[in-house]
């Protein structure tokens, strides 16, 4: 998908929401608990119900991985069955791979020739050999860990380096260089709004992948005032907040009125923006 | 495995090195290409050859995640094959993992609980959260990257931080508190092998992962002369130049005499050592 046809699906659809399926089978709600294939099904239905508020899809990979092949397989159907019914929606595959040379071409191969996803998040530490195979396909997307949002991103993200800018700052100048804004985008997390004005000084074209909205605790309408810019430039995810919004047997009804009052906030938003 | 059993099996089986089993189904020889089940019988084949001369295998799983959930399979009874015929080898899964909090406790459960490695190597930009869950396990351990042997590792991991020090210098550093030297290894690319005395003072007493050595050109002798410790603390990575190291029927006993040599250098800088 190129960021124009991103760009018309945001506008077309009020709403920048991306749902996080991060699917822990020990949340599932009860009603599933007897259900042969809980977890595909827990999926399809979260996203039957919230495809009309969402323009994007990300499965992480470590809730699947945890299952062994079957759970890879569960992943695999899940995007097939966006795929095949929802076309148009953007699909990350949040793997935070980070690997090199014919490894990470391995990796790309995996989520790009085998798979059906759009783009695929990626942990800058090991370099440009990290990220320049999956930059080798068309329509496709490298979402590169800038600055994200737990506790421990102090640990090195925000070292200063000698020329007095921090480490993300670094990253997204440097990383921003390898491909262009039609297939790289970055994370920068939400609980810290006012990073992402720093941010946009660097990249001020490039979509950004905003996690931390919601359970995180960071806030819609000050991530839209210091990250969007003339195209929206923002996916802003939100996992907990909205595939465990009930555990009740109306889980997918409760899930489709979460992503409701966000895209309506997000409606707002675009609007203001003359989007 | 803890630290001491590492080092035991060391000094008895004369040698420190990990077989990379890094498979890749374009590289297998022709006698394999009818085999139903071609990449996990190459697999078996090379641990039966090289276990003589190895003490650690280390799967990296981008050349099975390519297959999807079949390579997932693949990995899967690799390890337990391991497990099960040769069961003082170390294990470890070469994933480069990199998330944060119950994603990467996911990850954890995923590779501890479900698989039978010992360790797992992890991308350490996103923090300690991401290597916390990792070491909660008795026995099993954190790989972490600190500096590795591709050419854009320059582009991150050898920063200038504004105290004057190395960005990998740093993560050594911070890293190293987190666990233990029973827990905790770093991979320190052997293309750098002078590198390695910086690195060994900062963390003289860990562990290191060296991969680099063969194919991508590092001097085992020197990897051990500034690398080495009094507990070994070293397991040198080879891949290539051992799987593949014929492609004809006798693939297995070629990788076999490759490990052999190698091990032969690796017994003779043991001896020296005095170890």
Redesign the interface.
């Known amino acids: 998908m190129t960021n124009e046809q991103l760009f018309d699906h945001i506008v077309r659809k009020r709403s920048f929401l991306c749902v996080g399926l991060?699917t822990?089978v020990r949340k599932l709600p009860a009603c599933l608990s007897s259900h042969p294939d809980a977890m595909f099904e827990f999926n399809r239905r979260i996203v039957d119900a919230t495809a009309p508020y969402a323009v994007c899809y990300k499965p992480?990979l470590?809730?699947y991985?945890?299952?062994?092949?079957?759970g890879?397989?569960c992943f695999?159907r899940t995007c097939r069955y966006i795929r095949e019914h929802y076309p148009d929606q953007f699909i990350i595959a949040d793997a935070?791979?980070?690997?090199?040379?014919?490894?990470?071409a391995?990796?790309a191969?995996?989520f790009f020739e085998?798979?059906t996803v759009d783009a695929v998040t990626l942990?800058?530490?090991?370099?440009?050999?990290?990220v320049a195979p999956f930059l080798a396909y068309e329509g496709r997307w490298a979402v590169i860990?800038a600055l994200?949002s737990?506790?421990?991103?102090?640990?090195?993200?925000t070292?200063?380096?000698?020329d007095?800018r921090m480490?993300y700052e670094?990253?997204l100048e440097?990383a921003s260089g390898w491909g262009t804004e039609r297939n790289t985008m970055f994370v920068v997390g939400a609980t810290q709004a006012r990073e992402l004005e720093r941010v946009r000084r660097i990249v001020p074209g490039h979509f950004l992948l905003v996690p931390g909205v919601g359970a995180q605790g960071g806030s819609l309408s000050e991530v839209a005032r210091c990250g969007m810019n003339d195209r929206c430039g923002l996916l802003v995810n939100s996992s907990r907040g909205i595939i465990y919004a009930d555990s009740s047997e109306r889980f997918a009804e409760a899930a489709a009125e979460a992503a409701a009052r966000v895209a309506a906030e997000m409606d707002a938003l675009l609007s203001a923006r003359g989007l």
């Open positions: 991060d822990d992480n470590a809730f991985e945890e299952h062994g092949a079957a890879l397989d695999e935070k791979r980070g690997d090199i040379g014919n490894t990470s391995m990796y191969r995996a085998q798979g942990s800058p530490y090991m370099g440009r050999d990290t860990l994200t737990n506790a421990s991103a102090a640990d090195f993200e070292l200063t380096l000698s007095g480490l670094r990253v440097t």
